[in-house]
């Protein structure tokens, strides 16, 4: 199905940062039993491309080269002619590689790309030439809605490259799966991936090393030690890319989930000599002389916790991981100013880090009819406390711009799709800015930052509130997501944002789905989601949740569901609006989509019977937000919103 609209991506540099040549060596598991299966820990990082596509009769792609000059391409999209162009060694080759696969084996229409912005070093070890392919893979995938799932896309990219003249190894695509680090393993042709828990912020600094190395030379000096060894050298190098390699993989998917630095450090170097001693050898190209000066520099080893060699080694680049923020940034101008390299930083960010966020705008807002006629209820006015009139919606933006979220993932229907882009990605007339208050004209340009941030997911069907939140799911990566509901607006009365309160106590949750909570009159408890269980004893703030009901009666609420506060009296505690969802979450609901399916069952998906799932096998964490949770999706609360909300 086509669907004229204007997508927005992003596809990540890759950097390998143990089990290098570990993709080809475990293919020959296929013909040698004695072969072990590769593995290698692979990170995105937060380099990388961002571009905009959409659909078009041709195949075109606009970018800029490792100088910033501007390139375009375009071609018809004919599978013959695509062929012919992934031949020729041009900039483009890649793209149309890909291109001519999806041609073929998916039958879509052409897409123009248009490369907005391009951070990642190229050519410089970052796979580049794989972030080209995915970001193109990915393009026809949203334009045309095809469903593939990341391994497909990293397929189709995979696929793609090997329609040129390049030979790239199954690593390289790895920077399909985003801005995270992911244990992978190759059986022949096979690929499995498992994303790494990261306790700690990890502090990374990657450099050209400004050397040359044979890359072709040192893959087939390599390759010749397979799939059977036939001498002592290929006995080493067996045992390096087999039994070592998959020993410090082992350690160092244990070292990130700790966090500890130091030891993955230590790794690194160990890594490094185990690579010099057994591998190194059987390959000229392989002494590199300047990643061996960069590892015992003594001002760098001042810096960091160890180093190693990146990709298929020798003297093209190096990586660090540095002892903190402030030793990066010194490794980093030392790098680049004393030694005349190119450096780059990059953070492996803890995992329980909540980046992106859900906002369900799908619903027709009945109770709010006629007005919902006119205008979505996430765009009802409400005037602030400077007297600035601002959308429902925009209250819930900034709420989450001012709480650290990077991504914000808006479902809509799909006859909304395109209203929603116009308001947030086509900026107004000069000639209308400057008819603007001095005091407003400033949210111009914040209505496009946050532009950028936004995507979006098209329930195509409405079909329950549960329903709504699954369709955010194809932008998650297993990872934690904030849920603000759309017909509710927020003040908090501290220093820091209810959302940011939501965030911090999902962080002492020890990983579990997390929900804002505010005590409410028993009477109430009839309007609401209501929650019971037991506060943990810092001060009536965090609560283990046992149980949750939605709209309970009176009577069962004062018989079941009341909670013993810290003063001693009962209290009622209802959902404040705000939950950090945890991947679990999503599996009960894609669950729960397919049985309904299954058995033809046309009832509502809800959100509440997932959480009931979590709850039952991993618990649930209750948080007492210090502030207001405005409702605006019934007239008399709205009334009384529009009233209070300003203090006016």
């Given at each position: 199905m086509q669907v004229n609209q204007e997508v927005k991506l992003f596809v990540p540099g890759r950097l390998c940062i143990f089990g290098e040549h570990s993709d080809w060596a475990g293919r020959y598991a296929d013909m040698n039993a004695e072969v072990p299966p590769g593995l290698a820990i692979v990170t995105g990082i937060d380099l990388g491309i961002h571009a905009v596509a959409w659909e078009s009769n041709h195949f075109s792609f606009s970018s800029m080269n490792e100088n910033g000059e501007e390139l375009n391409f375009s071609c018809d999209m004919d599978l013959k002619t695509l062929k012919a162009q992934a031949k020729e060694n041009h900039f483009f080759c890649y793209a149309c590689g890909v291109a001519a696969y999806m041609s073929e084996h998916y039958q879509v229409g052409g897409v123009s790309i248009q490369v907005s912005e391009v951070t990642l070093p190229i050519k410089k070890g970052l796979s580049s030439s794989a972030a080209v392919c995915v970001l193109v893979a990915r393009a026809f995938n949203e334009i045309y809605q095809l469903k593939m799932s990341t391994s497909g896309e990293m397929q189709a990219a995979y696929r793609g490259e090997l329609l040129t003249s390049s030979r790239c190894g199954r690593l390289d695509q790895a920077c399909a799966y985003g801005v995270r680090t992911i244990l992978m393993e190759f059986v022949g042709n096979d690929i499995s991936t498992e994303k790494l828990k990261i306790g700690q912020n990890l502090?990374?600094?990657?450099?050209?090393?400004?050397?040359?190395?044979?890359?072709?030379?040192?893959?087939?000096?390599?390759?010749?030690?397979?799939?059977?060894?036939?001498?002592?050298?290929?006995?080493?190098?067996?045992?390096?890319?087999?039994?070592?390699?998959?020993?410090i993989i082992h350690i160092a998917s244990k070292l990130f989930a700790e966090g500890d630095a130091e030891k993955l450090g230590a790794l690194m170097t160990k890594a490094q000599c185990l690579f010099d001693e057994k591998v190194a050898p059987a390959c000229s190209e392989l002494t590199a002389p300047k990643l061996h000066a960069m590892l015992e520099d003594e001002v760098i080893k001042t810096y960091v916790y160890g180093g190693k060699g990146v990709g298929s080694q020798g003297d093209g680049s190096i990586q660090f991981i540095a002892k903190n923020k402030q030793c990066q940034e010194k490794l980093v101008a030392y790098l680049n100013e004393a030694l005349g390299l190119q450096a780059f930083p990059f953070t492996l960010r803890a995992s329980d880090r909540v980046r992106k966020a859900i906002i369900p705008l799908a619903g027709f807002g009945t109770r709010m009819y006629p007005a919902t006629r006119f205008v979505k209820k996430e765009l009802l006015p409400i005037v602030d406390e400077n007297g600035v009139v601002k959308p429902v919606l925009?209250?819930?933006?900034?709420?989450?711009?001012?709480?650290g979220i990077e991504e914000i993932i808006l479902v809509v229907g799909p006859d909304e799709l395109v209203f929603f882009q116009q308001i947030f990605n086509t900026p107004l007339t000069d000639e209308r800015v400057n008819k603007l208050p001095g005091r407003v004209r400033e949210y111009e340009e914040l209505i496009l930052r946050l532009g950028r941030k936004i995507k979006y997911a098209v329930q195509e069907t409405r079909r329950g509130f549960g329903h709504a939140v699954y369709q955010a799911a194809r932008y998650l990566e297993k990872e934690p997501v904030l849920l603000l509901l759309g017909d509710f607006v927020y003040k908090s009365n501290l220093n820091k944002s209810c959302a940011r309160q939501t965030i911090d106590a999902y962080r002492k949750s020890g990983g579990q789905p997390t929900i804002a909570i505010k005590e409410i009159p028993i009477e109430k408890v009839v309007h609401y989601g209501t929650l019971t269980g037991t506060f943990n004893g810092d001060g009536g703030i965090l609560m283990n949740v046992s149980d949750m009901i939605e709209k309970p009666t009176m009577e069962y609420a004062r018989d079941f569901l009341a909670v013993k506060k810290t003063n001693g009296e009962k209290g009622y505690y209802a959902t404040f609006g705000q939950y950090v969802l945890t991947p679990e979450v999503f599996d009960?609901?894609?669950?729960?989509?397919?049985?309904?399916?299954?058995?033809?069952?046309?009832?509502?998906?809800?959100?509440?019977?997932?959480l009931q799932k979590v709850l039952d096998i991993k618990g649930m964490t209750g948080v007492l937000v210090d502030g207001v949770s405005f409702d605006v999706g019934i007239p008399e609360a709205y009334h009384k919103t529009a009233v209070s909300y300003g203090g006016r």
């Open positions: 502090y990374w600094v990657f450099a050209d090393l400004n050397g040359e190395k044979d890359t072709k030379k040192i893959l087939s000096d390599l390759n010749r030690a397979y799939p059977f060894a036939q001498t002592e050298q290929d006995k080493l190098i067996h045992s390096a890319l087999g039994r070592d390699n998959h020993e925009m209250y819930l933006l900034e709420e989450l711009d001012s709480s009960f609901l894609r669950e729960d989509i397919e049985l309904h399916e299954a058995n033809w069952d046309n009832s509502e998906i809800q959100l509440t019977s997932a």
